[in-house]
């Protein structure tokens, strides 16, 4: 069964910090691997998405990378502002999307 | 540009009723699809909607229908809402199926009580 888990759960971060989430998917055939993030009340805003093996797309303090297996998002020197949820989300063959739990950031100033 | 707008914000409804909430998308974009989002389950996909027609369904009752009309706009019902139904209910919108940059709305806030 196609399944995408993300991890930690949760976590807290000083500002400046730097860390990476993880993102692992089974899906075979894979599409597409897309990052979101997600304020407490909003819909998800759209981040990253990423092709294939190899692939690493930036912007601001994120960087996403993407392997045969998992992704990356790395964060580099943090800001409160940066707290939030990040989900990831797999596009299969037929065009489904499989979305991950998410993993919530805190990052305290 | 405008972005993608779902109303209401929020309801509560009572178990047995049934409820439609709608989904503007972005201007030019024909695809829509809608999702689930719990705090157990995270987000997963109930259908998507391209050209008045569905394309796509995930693993959902028969309860939970939608369509699209011809200037894009799209509407999800459940029918004999139960308990387990209470989550919030987003909208993305993108220029073509499966399209790689999905655009969420703020969401439907449902409660059933």
Redesign the interface.
Known sequence: EDQVTQSPEALRLQEGESSSLNCSYTVSGL??L?W?RQDP??????LF?LYSAGEEKEKERLKATLTKKESFLHITAPKPEDSATY?C?V?AP?????????TSLTVIP | KAG?TQTPRYLIKTRGQQVTLSCSPISGHRSV?W?QQTPG?????LF?YFSETQ??K?NFPGRFSGRQFSNSRSEMNVSTLELGDSALY?C?SSLN??G????????TRLTVV
Not at chain 1, 94 to 102: D, L, V
Not at chain 2, 100 to 107: N, Y
């Open positions: 599409r597409g897309f979101y009340g909003k819909g998800p805003e759209f998405t989900l989300a596009q037929g065009n489904q999307f499989y979305f991950g739990t998410g | 993608v699809s999702y389950q995270g987000l997963q996909f998507e394309r796509n995930g987003l993305a199926p499966g790689t940059e999905a655009f969420f709305g703020q969401g």
